[in-house]
């Protein structure tokens, strides 16, 4: 029997926080942070100085904080769209017209903390707490590799003894080892990335070893009074620096995929935005790899979480679409996740603000992909999601837009990874690589999953792909149309 | 030996192998579980789908263009690459 208290106090290492700072000091400076937003309050952008910052975003270089203070200021509606014009040239240029699509998994709603804007807060009582064991694993699996489609996952664990890293091992195994017979051919998860607590090095080394796809944490708060107000003192989460230090541990531990986020709504959006971009710059300082990923969830609704209609800080939709735009601007190599938190119809719109990744027939209830739950139920879940479209349908509206949906998951299987792809992605190579296996990966999953009128719209997208790879890119297309014939011949998983 | 001497002399003879073989990107991954993960080499250039060859049971070699080296260079070539990754 495991003693939750013991295990609490044995979670965070000092020296594990105290070797990355700087003379004691961590890298979000409150006061000039602050500084740069009340400047940022008095006076108005110059458009001259907006557009030489739009170039250093075009050449996929990161803003300097000033920079992205600069890009706060503005609220001329013809420089927001430059903004967005240029956002997207930045979207096609490194990561090419495609969308990865992903679903969460959440293993477990048992947690030591009591963050106080968090359904799964330990002294929530109403919520009904579980662990999905092994053969709940695979269930999931199965519903989600064998009858939706999808190939890469994001898991979602609690802090909690239950749930430790033993535990992740093992479910990350269960989950790459199950394979299942599909339409024309297979279905398998091929890439799953991991959402949990700070975790120590030895333990990210454990999880390095399993084949971890990105491991992500997030800050929720880079602002240190709030963050200390929404994280009780007297749980693991209340040590701000153990979170702040979470991507130096996995980077030195080796997983060079890692992924940061704020949760917007409890603190001025601006505070976040700059301080995402100052863990940018400080990862890519150190450790010369910036995040993999950027999310930016917004405070949704969650059962019996007062704190979140009672925050001062809920963001506008207007306000949300401007941090997309600046975050897209300000870490141009980044991918970026928009998550089925939000409604359907400004899903739509900000994908063409840049974002790189969405989820599709998400459900965040714990066992809700197998127990095959038509509804929400809050009660198990972290939070209340906003569309909640399948992955079929989301795929539909994404073609009639022009995107082409990827299934990609090559990068992490050849290398293409850590500083590596951070030199692909700001020469464009990676670009080049995600046309290709976006078209590659997308007629496998139109094989094997696709309704007829999502089939229809998905080839009329991947024809034009092709006539593009074949005007673009004739030294390649011949090796293309050969591996796309392969998959159309019932071969699997091919990559470039 | 330092890892960092032997990563560096690893980087330079597989810059070499490019040039020499016109392989374009060449590169060596460190495996865990499903993750390959960068260790040294030239990046992509040709952007071609590569080759994968294992060099043990730990690193694979990825070549984008083999089609100039012959079966015993590519003996010779992992043998030497072996040598190198045991000692950093
Ligand atoms: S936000 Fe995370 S750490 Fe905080 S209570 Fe919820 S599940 Fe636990």
Redo the contacts with the bound molecule.
Sequence with gaps: MINVVEWVKNRIIDDEIERYTDNGRDFINDDYIESLINNANNKKPDPKKIRDILNKSLAIQTLSLEDVAELIKVSDPDLIEEMKEVAHKIKLKVYDNRIVTFAPLYMGNL?V???LY?G???DNSIIKRRVLNIKEIEDEVKVLAGEIGHKRLIVVY??HPSTDVNYIAKSLETIYNVKVKVRNGWGQIRRVNVNA?PMQIKELEVLRDIGIGTFQVFQETYHKKTYSYVHPSNTI?GNYLWRLYSMHRALEAGIDDVGIGALFGLYDWRFEVISLVAHAIELEKKFGIGPHTVSFPRLEPAANTPFIQETRYRVSDDDFKKIILILRLAIPYTGMILTAREPKELRNELVDYGITQMDASTKIGIGAYSDRLTYQELEKQ?FEIGDTRTLDELIRDLAKKGYITSFCTAGYRCGRTGSSIMDLLRSGKEGVFCKLNAVITFREWLLDFASKETEEIGLEIINKELREIEKRMPDIYPKVIEYYKRIENGERDLYF | MGRGICISDLEQYLKELSKTYNCGGIWICKKFGKRLSFIAGVRPVKLIPPISMEVNKDYVLFIEDDSNIDENERRNILNKIHSYLLFS
């Design positions: 947690c903390n009591n963050c968090c799964f807060r330990d609690g802090e607590a989460k972290q």
